[in-house]
Structure formats: structure tokens, C-alpha cells
């Protein structure tokens, strides 16, 4: 078939494409994308839509027991925001031609994967405080450079959801505040937090950059800004000393402050305890996800019942008929 004059060939599209990564222009829907592009955004978007929705699980488990009334409409505001991020997500997934029911499938089979972070349990109300302020703030790190990332619907779900993050994050930080200044019994509940959230959340920033398949990859096409362990630098540096202000201690005991790098040096982590999580066999991983298929399960009424009545409404029903 003779190619149409407005439609580039083959490699005039590749140019076009690399002329916009080049000129720091965003990716669209509309434009033409390699087809690793395509499924590196795909995996990345899903991935991270995944992680908001099972996110809500460890906190959504201290909604009716946090300690007034006052911290539960808290929790339940910010429980509700992931899963609005998840939809953010989702709906910037689709527009890279797959749908929301495939993207559900795929990862209730196992063949997408959501943040290690959520694999582990809270045990107690101080875990809630610990998320948001390490989950979160990891989270945030990374996030403030992926609101410049290549492909446009992702870079703008990324500025409203880092404007909402960095809330949860503030939350977190006062509710260990609160405990750590509060009796020997809440600062123990602060300081148990912090040991046991410290590592998971350094790890939740991926792999080591030698272990990391597509960071490189990632860089050359814009979607990664930073490599893995250049937030994870960055994370630490912005978090040990708002672990020093509420006088809790860091479970490091190579933490050091590196005054010729101008950054805190940090000990090894366990990647291999990490890859465990990531494949699987972390301490919450089949609950976390037996709980996200049973919940998929359980609303199928709503959706039937949604489409039943946008049916109706394209056939010209009064809008106020149920
Ligand atoms: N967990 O080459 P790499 C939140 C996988 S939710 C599991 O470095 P990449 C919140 C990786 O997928 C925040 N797997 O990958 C919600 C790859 O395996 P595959 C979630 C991980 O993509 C509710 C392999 O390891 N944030 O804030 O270049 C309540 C090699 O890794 C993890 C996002 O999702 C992990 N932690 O870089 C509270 C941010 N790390 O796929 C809070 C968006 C790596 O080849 N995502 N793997 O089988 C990203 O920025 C990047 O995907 C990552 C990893 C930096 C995470």
C-alpha cells in the first residue's frame, strides 16, 4: 500500500521520535513509540498502579483501630488518595492500548508485580506513621523526577499525585512525631517502627544500578531521570536527619556522615532478602494478593451494574433513572 504523504516511513517515525526525546518534548498517545518504549511504559505505569491499589491494604488495616476519631477520617482520606492514584495510573496505562481488566488480570495471575514495600505487615499504630513518612517519602523522592519523565499522561498523573503524596508523607511524620514525643512506651513503638520499615524502604527504590535491567534503558528514553541509586542517595540524605530531629535511631551502624561526597554514607543492604520479597516470598505477599483477586471478585456487581447503566444512558435514558 502507498504510504500516505502525511504518515512518516519507518525511520522518518524513529527520528521523529528521538527529535522529541531529544528536544525534551513529551511522548503522546498519538505519537508513534517503539514498541520496548510501549511495553517498558506499560510494565512501569502498571506496576506503579498496582503498588497504590495493594498499598491500601497495610493501613487500610489500622482504619478502625487508629487512636481518635480524628486520625481515623485522616487515615481514611489518605487510604482513599491511593486509590485514586491507582486510577490516576490506570487510566494513563490505557491510553497505551491495554485496558484496565487485562492490567487487573495480569497481575492476579502474578505476571505484573507491585512495590516490595507492600509485602510486609503492620503490627502496630506506629506502622502507620512510619509508611507515610518512609514509604511515602521514598516514594515522593522518586517520584518528583518522574514528573518529568517522557510519556505525557504519566508525567502529569505524577504532579498530582506527588502534591498529595507529599501530605501523606507530612502525616506520617506527625504521627511519629507525636509518638516520640510522647511516652517511653510510644517512642519504643517509634523506634520498632523505624527498624523494621528502614531497609524495606531503601530497597523499594530497586535494585543496586549493577543489578538493574532497565535502568540504562530507562535513562536513554527518558522515562528514568535518576538511576536507582542516585534516589536512594538522595532519600537517605533528606531522611537521617529527620530521624536525628525525632531523636530515633537509624538501624545503620555504618551511617556516617561522608563530609568530602557531601552525603551520608550507608551500609549494605540485603538484596537478597529483597529478591525474595520481589519473587514472591515475602512475609504478606499471598495475602496481599489472595485480598486484591477476592476484592476484584466481590465488585463485580458494581461494574456490571456501571455498565448496565451507561448502557442505559446512551440509549437516552433521563439521567436521573436508575
Ligand atoms: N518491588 O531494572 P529495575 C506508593 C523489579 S506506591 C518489586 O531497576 P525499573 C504508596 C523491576 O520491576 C509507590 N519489584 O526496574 C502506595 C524489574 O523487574 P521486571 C510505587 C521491583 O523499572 C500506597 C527488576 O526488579 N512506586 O508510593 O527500571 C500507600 C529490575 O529493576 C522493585 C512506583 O512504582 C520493587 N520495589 O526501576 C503508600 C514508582 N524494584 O519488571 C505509598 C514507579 C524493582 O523486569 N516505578 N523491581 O520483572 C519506578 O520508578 C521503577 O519501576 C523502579 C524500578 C525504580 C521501582
Redesign the pocket.
Known sequence: MEQSSTVPNGSARESHFAALLSAGEKIEPRDWMPVAYRRTMI??IA??AH??VI??QP?GNWITRAPSLARKAILVAKVQD?AG?GLYLYSACETLGISRDELNELLHQGRQ??????NYPTLSWADVGA?GWL??GA?IT??VT?TRTSYGPYARAMVRICKE?SF?QRQGFEIMTTLAQGSEAQRAMAQDALDRWWWPSL?????PDE?????DQ?LQWGI?LET?DEIRQRFVDQTVPQAHFLGLHVPDEALAWNEGRGHWDFGDIDWDAFWEV?RGNGPCNHERLAHKVQAWQDGAWVREAGLAYAAKQAHGAPRNSA
Open positions: 510494565r512501569q506496576q506503579h503498588s497504590e498499598g491500601q493501613e491511593e492514584h508485580k507491585y512495590s516490595s514495600i507492600f509508611i514509604v511515602d516514594a522518586n517520584q518522574l503524596e501523606h530497597a523499594m527504590l530497586g535494585p543489578q538493574s535491567t532497565h535502568t530507562s528514568k536507582n520481589v
